[in-house]
């Protein structure tokens, strides 16, 4: 089974700044990896597929990046609705197809 | 536009069975596979099973294996979940979610479109 780690469990960022958050893989997923973005008590929303292309609506400053072990998640300036957790997926090598335990995106 | 409604949560007792349901409209039900995936209260999410479009194929975490049961009426457009011998650590919001994939590319994928889910406490 492969173990998705994300980093760090909580980021604290102020409005209009970057966000850089980080996701790392127990041994390589190629590209097959998925950003989502989940808001309190709402389902998660798919934000980013193939570890870097954005899914339909999804904003440009949302953007990923990475392949194999190590992938990142990327908002440019900060709003203040993409405050929220932040989870990502392999879909590489299933079952299961695993996710991250989340990051946390808080307003500084 | 795509929609998923799940229904059949509620509170059960530990070791019984419950039978979750996801209508889904708005794309081609047949065409395309789907996931259960939960959370149980203040964690995070957990893939739970997938089914082919057309049911040939279905696949569990190993933590419901054994006791859950992934099926689908493409004539309905209707997912299901059947629940059986419940664990307290089953609690949890059931969210069925859509592949993003349609069939005819041989992918299966990330979920594209969650329906806002159903909960599932169990509790004596």
């Known amino acids: 089974e492969i173990m998705m780690t994300q980093s760090p469990a909580t980021l604290s960022v102020s409005p209009g700044e970057r966000a850089t958050l980080s996701c790392r893989a127990s041994q390589s997923v190629s590209s097959n990896l998925a950003w989502y973005q989940q808001k309190p008590g709402q389902a998660p929303r798919l934000l980013i597929y193939?570890?870097?292309t954005r899914a339909t609506n999804i904003p440009a400053r949302f953007s990923g990046s990475g392949s194999g072990t190590e992938f990142t998640l990327t908002i440019s300036s900060l709003q203040s609705e993409d405050f929220a957790v932040y989870y990502c997926?392999?879909?590489?090598?299933?079952?299961?197809?695993?996710f991250g335990q989340g990051t946390k995106l808080e307003i500084k | 536009q795509v929609q998923l409604v799940e229904s059949g949560g509620g509170v059960v007792q530990p070791g019984r069975s419950l039978r979750l349901s996801c209508a889904a409209s708005g794309f081609t039900f047949s065409s395309y596979a789907m996931h259960w995936v939960r959370q149980a209260p203040g964690k995070g999410l957990e893939w739970v099973a997938v089914?082919?479009?057309?049911?040939?194929?279905?696949y569990y975490a190993d933590s419901v294996k054994g006791r859950f049961a992934i099926s689908r009426d493409n004539s309905k457009n209707t997912l299901y979940l059947q629940m059986d011998s419940l664990r307290a650590e089953d609690t949890a919001v059931y969210y069925c979610?859509?592949?993003?994939?349609?069939?005819?590319?041989?992918?299966?994928?990330?979920?594209?479109?969650w329906g806002q889910g159903t909960l599932v406490t169990v509790s004596s």
């Open positions: 089914i082919s479009y057309d049911g040939s194929k279905k």
């Open positions: 193939g570890a870097s």
């Open positions: 997926q392999q879909y590489n090598n299933w079952p299961p197809y695993s």
């Open positions: 979610a859509r592949d993003q994939y349609h069939h005819t590319t041989g992918y299966w994928g990330p979920c594209d479109y």
